[in-house]
């Protein structure tokens, strides 16, 4: 009896195979053959899956930002407190560093070789999934759960100049001060979770290192000439 194969499971898995091949020695640097040498498929069955290293690159690329957000929906989906929510997403951040630094590079990589209106649409699916899922997940404001993906994109890009997570779960801890009074507290208390944030922002946000402001302007003693008024000049004619 031959053995059922689940093409759609075994897709994915040549599709994890590949990620870090992409991201490790970059999708220019490789081409379907050396792929199929790597993942350990012949070239025949890698083709058969995906017509084009392009067309690799951008399931690719749609399939681990889907996986990402499920996963995230999955974990908190029995979890009712808001705070508790929070707390899961500030940790599966944390998590996901490297993953999001793979995605970083397979999106410019999918930028560079991809017709400009795919990849616009592509990026608009992947933005759509994270910010729902978020505005959802954490019951906050679609524009909100926008700031905060855009916010991870700059130091998923960031992050690839500095090795190890010291500095990824150093922004990601800033970022947690500031958003929790807004996301956890925000719900219960309008009024105390405003004056929190603003205590937030003077402390986290302004420079302490500045000057206090001086607010009294000196007045600097100008010598102003006297204008020379109508009648003046007309004596000064006369007197010539």
């Known amino acids: 009896m031959p053995k059922i194969v689940n093409h759609d499971e075994y897709r994915e898995k040549m599709l994890e195979k590949c990620l870090y091949l992409f991201t490790r ?9 050396q792929i199929a040498a790597e993942i350990g498929v012949s070239t025949g069955t890698l083709y058969h899956y995906f017509p084009s290293k392009e067309k690799m690159l951008v399931e690719m690329i749609a399939w681990v930002g889907d996986k990402n957000v499920a996963e995230y929906i999955r974990r908190t989906s029995s979890v009712e407190s808001i705070h508790d929510r929070f707390d899961m997403i ?24 991809v017709d400009i209106g795919q990849w616009k649409e592509l990026y608009s699916f992947f933005t759509a999934r994270y910010i729902d899922a978020m505005s959802e997940r954490l019951n906050i404001s679609r524009q909100l759960s ?33 958003l929790r009074s807004l996301v956890v507290d925000a719900p219960n208390d309008i009024e105390k979770a405003a004056q929190k944030f603003k205590d937030i922002t003077r402390n986290a946000l302004m420079n302490k290192c500045l000057p206090p402001r001086n607010t009294s ?7 102003i000439k006297k204008a020379i008024l109508p009648h003046q000049t007309r004596d000064m004619i006369a007197k010539v």
Not at 146 to 170: C, P, V
Not at 217 to 223: D, T, Y
């Open 25 to 33: 020695r970059g999708y220019s640097n490789i081409n379907m053959k």
């Open 217 to 223: 302007i000196k007045k600097k003693k100008i010598k």
């Open 146 to 178: 926008r700031s905060i993906f855009i916010y991870f994109i700059g130091l998923s890009f960031h992050s690839l100049a500095f090795d190890g997570t010291k500095e990824y779960n150093k922004h990601v801890d800033f970022l947690d001060a500031i």
């Open 90 to 113: 500030v940790d599966f951040w944390k998590e996901k560093s490297e993953l999001y630094e793979n995605i970083m590079l397979l999106a410019i990589d999918v930028y560079r070789n």
